[in-house]
C-alpha cells in the first residue's frame, strides 16, 4: 500500500531556510522602514550607523529568543506563556539598554537626559520589534505544526482507507467466488440439491458475516472463528479429504478482541500455497494462546513452504516452492500497524522440509459484551468430507479440532 508523504508548504519545504530567509528579510525591512523614517524627518546621514547598530542588536536577540522559543514551545501552556512574557521582558530590556549606551555614546555629554530616562525613550522600538518577531514566530510555527497535523491525519485515513479496501478485496476474493460458485453450478448439474443446498447456505452466510462487519472494527477471537469456520467449511467441501484442520484456543482467547477478518486472507493463503499445490493436501493449524497481557495467535500449514520475499512481477518464477504476491501479508502487516502501531509482532517463518508459519502477537483486550464472550457452538464446528457436523464448542478450556 502506498503511503502519502507529508508535503509541506513550498516555502517551508526547508524551516532551517524559511527562517532565515524571514529574519533577513524582517529586519532589512525594519532598518529600511527606520532609515527613510529619519531622512524624512532631515536627521543627520551618521543617524543611519545607530539605526543599523540597533537593527543588528535586536537581529542578534531575535536569534536567542528562537533558541529559548524552540523550547518553550514544547511546553504546557502555562509554562510556555509566562515564561515567554519573562524571556521577552528580559530581551526588550536589554535591547533598549544597549540602544540607549551607543546613543550615550555617540552624544557624549551634549544631551543632559539621564541613562534612564534615555532606556524609557527608546524602549517603544524595541518593544515593538520583539513583540511583533515573537507573535510572527510563535504563529508561524503554530501554523506548521497544525498543517504537519493536518497532513498527518490526511496520511492516516488514507491508509486506513487503502488497508478497508484491501481488506474488502479479501473478504469477496473473486478466485475464491469464482470456484465457489462453479462448484455449486456443478453440484446442480449432477443433481447433487443438498450439497450444493448446503454449499450455497454457507457461502451466504459467510458473505453474510463479511459484509456486515464494517471495516476496521474489532471483534472478538470467538467471532472470528466462527467466520473463518464458514469459509473452512465451503473450501472443505470443494477440498474434501485434501482440506484438514487443526484448532486450539485457549479458554482465555476467546475473549480477545482483533480486527474483523484478520484470520482469514492467512488461511486462505494456506489453502491457495499448501492445499491446492499438493495431491495430498495439506493440515493447517491455527492456536491462540494469551500469555501475560499479549495474545499470541499461529497460523501453520504443512505445505511446501513459500517465499514471501518481494520480487520484481517481470521476473520469472523459479521451479520449487510457491511465490507468493505478498498482497496478503502486507495488508495484514498495515492493518496490525494501523491498529496497533510499534505494539504488535508480525513474522512468518518457512521451514527447510516445508511449512509456513505466520506468527501474530497484539496486545490482549477482552470484549465486554457478552455476545462477543461466546461464539455460537455450531459455528465453530467442522465438517468432514463424508457430510454432516462435527461440532467443536469453544466451552471447554481448550479447542483441539482435526478434520480428515
Known amino acids: 500500500m502506498a503511503v502519502l508523504q507529508i508535503q509541506a508548504a513550498p516555502f517551508f519545504a526547508s524551516k532551517n531556510r524559511a527562517f532565515w530567509n ?41 536569534l ?29 530590556i536589554i535591547n533598549t539598554s544597549i540602544d540607549a549606551w551607543v546613543q550615550g555614546v555617540y552624544y557624549g555629554a551634549s544631551r543632559e537626559t539621564t541613562f534612564l530616562q534615555l532606556v524609557i525613550s527608546l524602549s517603544f522600538i524595541p518593544l515593538a520589534l520583539l513583540v511583533g518577531w515573537s507573535a510572527l514566530y510563535y504563529a508561524i510555527n503554530f501554523f506548521l505544526t497544525v498543517e504537519q497535523q493536518a497532513d498527518r491525519l490526511e496520511r492516516l485515513e488514507a491508509q486506513a482507507t487503502a488497508a478497508q479496501l484491501a481488506m474488502l478485496r ?23 440439491t443438498e450439497p450444493a443446498n448446503a454449499m450455497l447456505t454457507r457461502l451466504s452466510g ?50 480477545a478482541q482483533l480486527p474483523a477478518m484478520l484470520l482469514q486472507p492467512l488461511v486462505e493463503n494456506a489453502i491457495k500455497y499448501a492445499v491446492s499445490t499438493q495431491e495430498e493436501g495439506a493440515q493447517i493449524a491455527l492456536t491462540a494462546r494469551v500469555i501475560g497481557d499479549r495474545l499470541r495467535l499461529t497460523v501453520e500449514d504443512t505445505g511446501p513452504g ?92 481448550k479447542i483441539i479440532g482435526t478434520t480428515a
Open 170 to 192: 479479501y473478504q469477496l476474493n473473486p478466485h475464491f467466488l469464482f470456484n465457489t460458485l462453479n462448484s455449486i453450478s456443478t453440484l446442480v448439474l449432477l443433481k447433487q
Open 306 to 397: 513459500m517465499d514471501d520475499t518481494p520480487r520484481d512481477p517481470a521476473a520469472p518464477v523459479a521451479p520449487g516452492r510457491p511465490v507468493s504476491t505478498g498482497v496478503g501479508l502486507a495488508n495484514i502487516r498495515n492493518r496490525l500497524a494501523q491498529a496497533y502501531g510499534d505494539a504488535h509482532l508480525f513474522e512468518t517463518r518457512s521451514e527447510a522440509g516445508g511449512g509456513f508459519t505466520v506468527l501474530i502477537e497484539i496486545p490482549f483486550t477482552p470484549a465486554t459484551r457478552a455476545e462477543d464472550r461466546t461464539a455460537p457452538a455450531a459455528a465453530v464446528g467442522t465438517a468432514p468430507s463424508g457430510g454432516g457436523d462435527n461440532i467443536i464448542p469453544l466451552n471447554p478450556p
Open 206 to 255: 459467510f458473505l453474510r458475516h463479511t459484509l456486515i462487519a464494517e471495516p476496521g472494527s474489532q471483534v472478538s477471537l470467538a467471532q472470528e472463528i466462527e467466520t473463518l469456520q464458514l469459509y473452512l467449511d465451503i473450501e472443505r467441501m470443494r477440498f474434501e479429504e485434501r482440506l484438514r484442520t487443526h484448532f486450539e484456543i485457549d479458554e482465555a482467547a476467546k475473549t
Open 22 to 62: 524571514l529574519q533577513l528579510a524582517g529586519w532589512g525591512a525594519a532598518f529600511l522602514l527606520r532609515a527613510v523614517i529619519a531622512f524624512a524627518n532631515d536627521q543627520p546621514f551618521a543617524l543611519l550607523a545607530l539605526i543599523l547598530i540597533s537593527t543588528v542588536t535586536g537581529f542578534s536577540i531575535s
Open 64 to 92: 536567542l529568543l528562537s533558541v529559548a522559543y524552540r523550547v518553550l514551545i514544547q511546553q504546557r501552556p502555562l509554562i510556555t506563556w509566562g515564561m515567554t512574557a519573562v524571556v521577552l521582558a528580559a530581551a526588550v
